[in-house]
C-alpha cells in the first residue's frame, strides 16, 4: 500500500496523531483489509519524511509525557483523507484519540518551520523559498503562531537569488 502525504494525514487525523510505529500499524491493517497488500517499509519511509519536508505531517514531541516516541499530526498544508479501507482502523487498534496542546504543537512547527527555512536560505533554493512562503500562511491559519518576520526572510533571501 502506497499512501500520499495527505492519506498519511488522514490516517494519523483519525486519531488526533500516531506515533511511526503505530502509524505503520494503521496502514498495514488497511492494506490487510483492501484485500492482503503489504506496506512497503521504505516507500513508507520515504512517504513520511516527503510529508514531513512538505508540513502534510508535523512530528510533534508531546511535552511531559514521557512519550519515547513523537507524534505524527495532520500538519497545516494537508488535506487530510482516509484511504479505501482505513475508516475502521480506530476500532482495530488500540491507541485512543489524542488531544494535543495547540500552542505547544504550534511551536513545534515554528521550530520545524525555521529549520527549514535556513535549510533554504542555505542551499539558495528559490522553489523552496517560495514554497515556504505559502506554508507559513497556512501555518499561521492553522496555529497560533506569527510567521511575519519568517516570511520577511524568506522574501529578502528570495530577491538576493
Known amino acids: 500500500m502506497d499512501a500520499t502525504a495527505d492519506e498519511l494525514a488522514g490516517v494519523v487525523d483519525l486519531f488526533g496523531g500516531l506515533t511511526r ?3 505503520e500499524r494503521a496502514l498495514s491493517e488497511a492494506a490487510f483489509r483492501a484485500g492482503g497488500g503489504s ?3 521504505t516507500v513508507l519511509e520515504a512517504a513520511i519524511e516527503d510529508a514531513l519536508e512538505s508540513f502534510a505531517l508535523v512530528r510533534y514531541e508531546r511535552p511531559g509525557d514521557g512519550a519515547t516516541e513523537p507524534l505524527l499530526v495532520a500538519g497545516p498544508t494537508a488535506f487530510p483523507s482516509v ?3 482505513a475508516d475502521d482502523v ?3 487498534l488500540d491507541v485512543d484519540r489524542r488531544q494535543l496542546d495547540r500552542e505547544a504543537l504550534g511551536e513545534t512547527a515554528r521550530e520545524q ?3 527549514a527555512l535556513e535549510d533554504a536560505v542555505a542551499d539558495g533554493d528559490d522553489d523552496r523559498l517560495a514554497r ?3 506554508v507559513s500562511y497556512d501555518l499561521e491559519a492553522w496555529a497560533p503562531v506569527d510567521l ?3 516570511r520577511e526572510r524568506l522574501t529578502a533571501a528570495r530577491e538576493c537569488e
Do not use: G, M, Q
Request: hydrophobic share 45%; no cysteine; glycine share 0%.
Open 113 to 115: 518551520f525555521t529549520a
Open 21 to 23: 510505529s503505530e502509524l
Open 148 to 150: 511575519a518576520a519568517e
Open 39 to 41: 506496506v512497503d517499509e
Open 132 to 134: 515556504l512562503i505559502d
Open 90 to 92: 480506530p476500532h482495530i
Open 83 to 85: 484511504p479505501d479501507h
